[in-house]
C-alpha cells in the first residue's frame, strides 16, 4: 500500500486560509478606520460649519445690540423733543390767554374799584385792590363770576379804612383763569 502524505496539503491550504483571514481582516480593518475617520472628519467639518455660523450670528447681534442701543437713545431724544413740542404747543395755545386776562381784569372792573396788584401762579390769580364800598367788591365779583375768562372769585380778606370823609374798602380776591379748553368744553355742555 501507497502512504500519501495530506498533510502539508491541508497545511498550506490552512496557511492560505489564515493569510487571506488576515488579509481580509487588515482589509476591513482599514475600511473601518476610513469609514470612522470619514465620519470624524465629517462631524469636525459640521462643528466647525457651526462654530463660523455661530460666530456669524454672535456677530450680526452684536450689531443689532449696537443699533437697538442707538434706537433707544433716539427714543429718548424723541421723548424729550416732543416734551419740548408740547411745551411750545401749549404756549402757543395759551399765548392769547394773557391778552383776554387783562381784557377781561378792565372790563369786569366796576366804577369806584381800582386794582393795586395782579399775582399769577400757574392758572391762580391774587387780585389786591381798594373798592369805595363793600357793594363795589360785591359787584366786582358778580363781573367776574360772568366772565368767561375768570371763574371763581374767592374774598380773602376785606378790611375798611377811613380816609378823610371817604371810607375805602382793601380786599384780596383768588380767582381761577379759565383756559380756551375749558371754555369749549363748557359751551359744548
Given at each position: ?6 498533510l ?19 482589509v ?7 469609514a470612522?475617520?470619514?465620519v470624524?472628519?465629517y462631524?469636525?467639518?459640521?462643528i466647525d460649519?457651526q462654530?463660523?455660523r455661530?460666530?456669524?450670528l ?7 445690540d ?11 431724544e424723541k ?9 411750545i404747543?401749549?404756549?402757543q ?16 372792573l ?7 396788584s ?8 391774587v ?5 369805595q364800598?363793600?357793594a ?7 363781573n ?26 382793601n380786599?384780596?380776591?383768588?380767582v ?7 371754555k ?6
Amino acid at each position: 500500500m501507497a502512504r500519501i502524505n495530506l498533510l502539508p496539503w491541508r497545511d498550506e491550504l490552512r496557511k492560505e486560509k489564515q493569510t487571506n483571514f488576515i488579509i481580509a481582516l487588515l482589509v476591513m480593518l482599514a475600511i473601518t478606520g476610513l469609514a470612522m475617520s470619514g465620519v470624524h472628519y465629517y462631524y469636525v467639518d459640521r462643528i466647525d460649519y457651526q462654530k463660523t455660523r455661530n460666530a456669524y450670528l454672535n456677530k450680526e447681534i452684536k450689531k443689532l445690540d449696537i443699533q437697538i442701543s442707538k434706537i433707544k437713545t433716539f427714543e429718548a431724544e424723541k421723548k424729550k423733543l416732543q416734551a419740548h413740542l408740547d411745551i411750545i404747543q401749549r404756549l402757543q395755545s395759551s399765548r392769547s390767554e394773557i391778552v383776554h386776562l387783562f381784557d377781561e381784569a378792565v372790563r369786569t372792573l366796576p366804577e369806584g374799584v381800582y386794582l393795586q396788584s395782579l399775582t399769577q401762579k400757574g392758572n391762580k390769580l391774587v387780585i389786591k385792590g381798594i373798592a369805595q364800598s363793600n357793594a363795589r367788591v360785591s359787584s366786582y365779583m358778580w363781573n367776574i363770576e360772568k366772565s368767561d375768562w375768570l371763574t371763581n372769585p374767592k374774598l380773602d380778606v376785606i378790611s375798611t379804612t377811613r380816609k378823610g370823609r371817604e371810607r375805602l374798602s382793601n380786599f384780596t380776591l383768588q380767582v381761577v383763569q379759565a383756559s380756551k379748553k375749558a371754555k369749549e368744553t363748557e359751551k359744548k355742555e
